[in-house]
């Protein structure tokens, strides 16, 4: 199939669809004799196992890897620990947004606590408020 095809199967731009190739996310297709990419189904598993892992947080350098472990038939118990692994990176993100939106809340708060003359006041630019 040419790019064209691999495009509208997937929904990524041609850009993308290169970068992947430059980055051995997908397999180097192969050339007509006119130079024109020749991709096969396996690509279109790729991306789709690429855009899938992408929304679980994974980072192209990891999904990477990821693919190279899927193409050597690993054990189910190697996906999952890798999985749970960033599913641990994702709460501790979970609660550094927490404790970010929390300093965030007081700062507006702080701003806001005496109504709208609070908010014509000369802005303190601190987020050292009061806890």
Do not use: W
């Not at 118990?77 to 809340?105: F, H, N, P, W, Y």
Request: with cysteine; aromatic share 6%; net charge positive.
């Amino acid at each position: 199939m040419q790019t064209k095809d691999v495009i509208e199967l997937t929904g990524l731009d041609r850009e993308t669809i290169r970068f992947y190739e430059k980055k051995g996310i997908i397999s180097k297709p192969a050339r007509t004799d006119s130079g024109y990419r020749k991709y096969n189904e396996e690509t279109i598993s790729q991306i789709n196992f690429t855009k899938m892992a992408k929304e679980a947080g994974f980072t192209l350098s990891e999904i990477k890897k990821l693919l190279n472990l899927k193409e050597s038939g690993v054990n189910c118990k190697t996906g999952r620990d890798i999985a749970l692994e960033k599913m641990e990176e994702v709460d501790e993100r979970m609660k550094s947004l927490r404790k970010m939106k929390k300093v965030l809340s007081k700062f507006v708060d702080e701003c806001e606590a005496s109504g709208g003359t609070g908010l014509k006041r000369k802005c303190h630019l601190s987020f050292d408020v009061k806890r």
